[in-house]
């Protein structure tokens, strides 16, 4: 989830408001931990507007997840077994206390570096997965080929990513196709959907 290096401003630091589902309005808090912030509940709002049909029951992954937000809004809106990883020790803990405070029977925690993370096939590809790396790192261009090359998607998948708006479109695999993109400010996030692969 957004990080020090994104240009967002820093309300809500700390707290995080979940806008939709069974847990709308929910508020939840977060350490503060790596300057993480929520990606803001308007971007949140267009996002599971996109993904509203096919939300129900969906296997998700929220990569970088910092406070959660992205894993935690699917949640509250139906998804199935959702993934939460992030690297840092103080975050990883809060979210596994949130996902007690909600009930929630869902949601697992990984404290693990995204790219070793993804560096194993999955056990099942998931459905949906979310994507909000620290900005001028060059996260997308090592793991968007990490992603599709081990499996964590399949065809019907959705991939969803934020990028600084300044950045040209990240390089997705072939059969990724760009299904929605919007620019915020200075933030550009996008969701691609994976088509099956042309015969070689």
Known sequence: MARTQKPRPASNGGE??????DWRSRKLRFPE???VRPTPARTRETLFNWL?????G??????FA???????EALSRGAGPTTFVDHTPALAQALRSNLRLLKS???EVACQAVDTYLAQPPAKPVDILFMDPPFRQG???KLLPMIADNGWVKPGSWVYVEHESEMQPPTA???WTLHRQKTAGQVTYCLFRVEESEPV
């Open 33 to 35: 931990a790596g300057g």
């Open 58 to 63: 969906s296997r998700c992954l929220d990569l």
């Open 16 to 21: 995080l408001r979940i806008i939709g589902g």
């Open 173 to 175: 695999p072939a059969n």
């Open 52 to 56: 509203t049909h096919h939300l129900p």
């Open 105 to 107: 029977e869902n949601g």
């Open 139 to 141: 996260w997308l261009e």
């Open 66 to 72: 910092g406070s959660g937000a992205l894993g935690l």
